[in-house]
């Protein structure tokens, strides 16, 4: 079966714009978390969604948004870039939140310049 | 509220040799465990996991982990590495409709 979709895979945004990453879980997984990874922070947690429910969410400035649709499907949004939003951002999909583990997306690099 | 902490961000070992990669974690409740590992340019591919049950687990690629409750410790070991296991692994925990990631170990094989 298909695995975790994120695309863009690269993306080079100029400070001040926004952005768009997009996730396509594997199919029937509900449960889609994003993280963003950088060298020095490791993986941040920055939201999860259920059901196009947000459980939970980081520590992360307003400026980072996502939504669910109702076929899983997910988006994260960054409003207002910064340099320090420059990272690989990843997608993971799972049944459901515990046990189970995730399956993660190939992620998307964005930089700001 | 969880956490995970992993000693050493590099280590280094000789190929056939033995890994050991340290993980520590807190949890309020009983824990979920994970390993990860990532190759460069990839997201993370699930190692293994505990949930309940037997306290050693298997994983892929020939690694094993050991939950130890006493010692807040989940360990992940491999008998003799090899040269295409070197790559970053992360520990984490599971709780509370997230998971938290370990910062993770830079493994290094050495011919």
């Known amino acids: 079966k298909a695995g975790v979709t994120q695309t863009p895979r690269y993306l080079i945004k100029t400070r001040g714009q926004q952005v768009t990453l997009s996730c396509s879980p594997i199919s029937g997984h509900r449960s889609v978390s994003w993280y963003q990874q950088t060298p020095g922070q490791g993986l941040q947690f920055l939201f999860e969604?259920?059901?196009?429910?947000?459980?939970n969410k980081g520590n992360f400035p307003g400026r980072f948004s996502g939504r669910q649709f109702s076929n899983s499907r997910s988006e994260m949004n960054v409003s207002t870039l910064e340099l320090g939003d420059s990272a690989l951002y990843l997608c993971?999909?799972?049944?459901?939140?515990?046990?189970?583990?995730?399956?993660f997306g190939s992620g998307t690099r964005l930089t700001v310049v | 509220a969880q956490s995970v902490t992993q000693l050493g961000s590099h280590v280094s070992v000789s190929e056939g040799a033995l890994v050991l990669l340290r993980c520590n974690y807190s949890s309020s409740v009983p824990p979920y465990l994970f390993w990860y590992v990532q190759y460069p340019n990839q997201g993370l591919q699930l190692l293994l996991k505990?949930?309940?049950?037997?306290?050693l687990v298997k994983g892929i690629n020939g690694f094993e982990a050991e939950f130890k409750k006493s010692e807040t410790s989940f360990h992940l070991t491999k008998p003799s590495a090899h040269m295409s296991d070197a790559a970053g692994y992360f520990c984490?925990?599971?709780?509370?409709?997230?998971?938290?990631f370990g910062a993770g170990t830079r493994l290094f094989v050495k011919a």
């Open positions: 984490a925990v599971s709780g509370g409709f997230k998971t938290i």
């Open positions: 969604y259920f059901s196009e429910t947000q459980r």
């Open positions: 505990y949930t309940t049950g037997a306290t």
């Open positions: 993971a999909s799972s049944l459901e939140q515990g046990g189970y583990g995730y399956t």
